[in-house]
Antibody
């Protein structure tokens, strides 16, 4: 069974840091590019960051550049998002997902999400 | 940035009716367009990619069409489980700068 399980969310003060993890199982993790998408309460979806299958290529939304860092460990079948200098508008559910094919494509396997709340 | 605009914001229909959801891109995205369904408290799930290809396990009542800047998601005969929020997404940029539409809420009339 394909599974993506996010963890690491929680309540943090403005200016603080959190590290999200996404543990994968049931598929060939190292073959896939991966992404983080977030959803603020009651709002739509926002792409946050992408990382290629080897970790060589990384892309980020302007809203998180310089504050968030995506990484992966293919030996551990895990994806990470280090979030620094958090702001109230970073409050959201954060999802990890796989890119269907190659570097850029639709997102076909999703985790259940982890909630990040930034208090001001 | 490519802006994706969905219409209508809310669509009220009855089970058995046909639903037509629209998505417009601010510039051409060719056929690099996906549709997702999201139910309350759940993660989004992929319905359609490459504008018209159904993802694995998606019922045939869901179909996608369009290219360039105008796209449509059609649900031929609504089932109770289809009432949800639907998002379109483009993946045409390089480097990747994915953008989503604001969503269409499909609700029971």
């Amino acid at each position: 069974e394909v599974q993506l399980v996010e963890s690491g969310g929680g309540l943090v003060k403005s200016g603080g840091s959190l590290r999200l993890s996404c543990a994968a199982s049931g598929f060939s993790f190292s073959r896939y590019s991966l992404i983080w998408v977030r959803q603020a309460p009651g709002k739509g979806l926002e792409w946050v960051s992408s990382i290629s299958s080897t970790g060589r290529y990384i892309y980020q939304a302007d809203s998180v550049k310089g504050r968030f860092t995506v990484s992966r460990d293919n030996a551990m079948n895990s994806l990470y998002l280090q979030m620094n200098s958090l702001r109230a508008d970073d409050t959201a559910v954060y999802y990890c997902a796989t890119v269907r094919d190659g570097y850029i494509d639709a997102f076909d396997m999703w985790g259940q999400g982890t909630m990040v709340t930034v208090s001001s | 940035e490519i802006v994706m605009t969905q219409s209508p914001a809310t669509l009220s229909l009855s089970p058995g009716e046909r639903a037509t959801l629209s998505c417009r891109a601010s510039q051409s995205v060719a056929s690099n367009l996906a549709w997702y369904q999201q139910k309350p408290g759940q993660a989004p799930s992929l319905l359609i990619y490459r504008a018209s290809t159904r993802a694995s396990g998606v019922p045939a009542r869901f179909s996608g069409s369009g290219s360039g800047t105008e796209f449509t998601l059609t649900i031929s005969s609504l089932q109770s489980e289809d009432f949800a929020v639907y998002y379109c997404q483009q993946y045409n940029n390089w480097p990747p700068m994915y953008t989503f539409g604001q969503g269409t809420k499909l609700e029971i009339k």
